[in-house]
């Protein structure tokens, strides 16, 4: 019997026979398990592939985010402002610049 917390889907739905194998199935039977034990492997199979080719475009788009970022910094650290550039060449000074 399934917890409470754990619902029934379609998602988590198994093939299920009424005995397990024994040499006392019929013929008939034991092919009927076979091939809902098939159908559910193909399922299984189906699922699997569409999982893993999502995760490997999101994957694919990960890396395009990092990628238009270090882009967007390299253009960045090309157009500092001089303002920026003196506060860079300036980094281990804590007092106050002023000039008149």
Do not use: W
């Not at 917390?5 to 009927?32: D, F, G, I, W």
Request: aromatic fraction near 4%; hydrophobic fraction near 30%; glycine fraction near 2%.
């Amino acid at each position: 019997m399934p917890r409470r917390s754990q619902r029934l889907s379609l998602a988590n739905v198994r093939t299920h026979t009424t005995r397990r194998t024994s040499p006392a199935l019929a013929k008939h039977e034991m092919y009927m398990k076979l091939t809902s034990l098939e159908i559910e492997r193909s399922r299984r199979s189906t699922e699997r592939k569409a999982t893993m080719d999502r995760v490997e475009m999101i994957d694919q788009r990960l890396r395009e985010i990092e990628t238009e970022q270090a882009e967007i910094r390299r253009l960045l650290d090309e157009q500092k402002t001089p303002l920026e550039q003196n506060k860079q060449s300036n980094k281990g000074f804590d007092g106050l610049n002023l000039s008149y």
